[in-house]
DNA sequence: CTTGCATATGTAAACGTTTACATAAATTGT
DNA sequence: ACAATTTATGTAAACGTTTACATATGCAAG
């Protein structure tokens, strides 16, 4: 491979005026330029960003730390970094922790050892050690799908509490009193905590009494939902709604009822989290909180790479979250 | 921050000595190697993996490029490639094209730039320019989801064909005689055309008329399905079933049945392919063809790190795909 | 104790850029 | 045509590792 030194020679130049016609051609002269381009040409060069990184101390690269790229709302966020990424030329290493917080860790090392200029982390414990060391050692990070309202972490988040409120609050409007939650392990995501502490007040601040029995903690995953579901309705007295605090779950929830027999939504009515592409498109339609994922991405992005550059003072961002009422929840029979 | 030789001033010993606690502590005596080992704590050294690029001319970093994240199935196989990267210690920079061959161009040269030790391809256009540029230049790459049998570059992928075929040809010995096809654009995916060549075989195998109307191309998406299917069945002779060249497509269709009044599936059989994990969970089940995703991104990983490693020659792999029967076909009407 | 050998450590160049600084060349005004 | 200024180019060090090679150290056998 053919280096900046080769081109020189071949142009009769110096290695700076190669390097300037690749990073600030309008410094060079017209011929100059001419003759360097004509080498490059020649001898097929090809830069190394590797090596600009090396002595400019920066990538030009970011990581991307997400539980797992097999659940849509993650896929969204991540295109919405990547096509801000994209745009300012900056490079995307995507890592996933399957919520295991080892896993975090290392990746958080082995990206920066590999020099990342940041970090974008869905982290499984944003309160843990990880994220301490990376704010003590200043290293830039957003958080995403955060739940801190301040502190001194940057963070792009949604009002998980108010999420789950809404949910809920929608159910009991319908007339639910036996309403269920199924909810991803709390060890895991504290967003799924938070989901059910909205959850809890609101049934609270409707005088509905609160039912251990109809709290499941599962993985996030479509047979966790269906299997958790199917529990619950096993009960002497099963719940009439359930709020699942993410779409799969939800969409396992209706296959588990389903394989119960049941009718959708008479028999159960079910609230989502996430709005997932697909969830307007199955029967009944989900009714679900909407979060913003390709703008949360995207903002996050945005805030890292300002950060970075500018040095700027943490901001914690909190997004419009909604509930968007579909086909799959309805009114208590009888 | 501090590198190898603050350590090594702080140790007394010489930077190839660090470098080697760090590489190869068998190596070194104990005692050293306790020193050194103390010094990194102290100067809190963190390695630079950018800089050993540098010199050993390979970042452990692959590149990752496929259409779009927010397709599952794309997601799945992204999930295997980085499985495997990361169980041997690599990193992975993803990149979406969106189906458009610049933005694959000006990724492959984007992460050739950064050095990147090899790519994994789910190409827009694998016979094009850029595949062909790079097999000139003996970089190591492998083609996903890839069509083809044989050539100079290494591949992975299944039989679109046969996968074509099978689909339709379930859906004729159901007794189906009017059999759409929603395919994805052919210009953007020489899969989707194969999957048509293989219905179109199929069907003419079994005698029956191709009628060009029952062929849509769209984009690969849920809106796309549904508007096709909608199209194709307000026809006087509308079909009875039709062949979707992905899940996406399929469940749109599905929708666009049912917004149109249908029952599914007698009203409509529909076959998808990709067998997404959502498949399964909607009512009714979607009968699909089932590519091996997570496998093929896996195996495509390790053929990738052999073939940077080993200089291995070029292979083509075709896994089985295989057809799923559920609920969303059935026999036709009357 | 030596000698010889194996093993541990040190030396210094190399990797391909960028960039501060120095110098040379072009341009302007007189 | 010359000085003064602006603009273009060159020089060389720096970035943080690795590694071939040279040297030093430890150990076993005589």
Chains 1, 2 share one sequence.
């Not at 830069?47 to 991307?64: E, P």
């Not at 599962?218 to 009960?235: I, N, W």
Request: proline residues 4%; glycine residues 8%.
């Amino acid at each position: 491979m053919s280096t900046i030194l080769d081109v020189a020679k071949l142009a009769g130049v110096s290695t700076a005026t190669v390097s300037r016609v690749i990073n600030s051609p309008e410094t060079v002269r017209g011929g100059t330029r001419k003759k360097v381009t004509r080498a490059m040409k020649i001898c097929n060069y090809k830069y190394n960003a590797l090596a600009r990184g090396f002595v400019t101390k920066q990538s030009d690269t970011i990581g991307l730390i997400i539980p797992t790229i097999n659940n849509p709302v993650f896929a969204e966020s991540t295109s919405g970094v990547q096509d801000y990424a994209d745009q300012q030329k900056i490079q995307v290493i995507l890592g996933n922790t399957y919520y295991r917080n080892e896993q975090e860790e290392s990746l958080v090392q082995t990206l920066r050892e590999k020099q990342v200029d940041g970090l974008i982390i869905t982290s499984t414990n944003p309160k843990g050690a990880i994220i301490k060391t990376l704010t003590d050692e200043n290293f830039p990070f957003v958080l995403l799908y955060s739940t801190v309202k301040k502190g001194d972490a940057s963070a792009v988040g949604i009002d998980n509490y108010q999420g789950g409120y809404r949910a809920t609050d929608h159910l009991v409007k319908l007339g639910h009193e036996r309403i269920g939650m199924v909810a991803g392990s709390f060890s895991i995501s504290d967003r799924s905590f938070h989901r059910w502490h909205g959850y809890r007040q609101c049934i609270k601040d409707h005088g509905i009494a609160y039912d251990k029995d109809l709290l499941a903690q599962t993985d996030y995953s479509l047979t966790g939902g269906r299997d958790s579901v199917k529990k619950m309705l096993s009960y002497k007295k099963p719940p009439t709604a359930v709020f699942c605090s993410n779409d799969f779950l939800a969409l396992g929830a209706m296959k588990g009822a389903r394989e119960l027999g049941l009718n959708l939504p008479q028999d159960l009515s079910i609230v989502g989290f996430d709005d997932i592409p697909i969830a307007s498109y199955v029967i009944p339609e989900l009714t679900t909180i909407r979060q913003p994922a390709y703008e949360m991405g995207k903002l996050g992005a945005k805030l890292l790479l300002q950060c970075i550059r500018e040095q700027t003072k943490p901001v914690q961002l909190m997004l419009e979250s909604s509930l968007i009422i579909r086909g799959s929840t309805t009114g208590v029979p009888g």
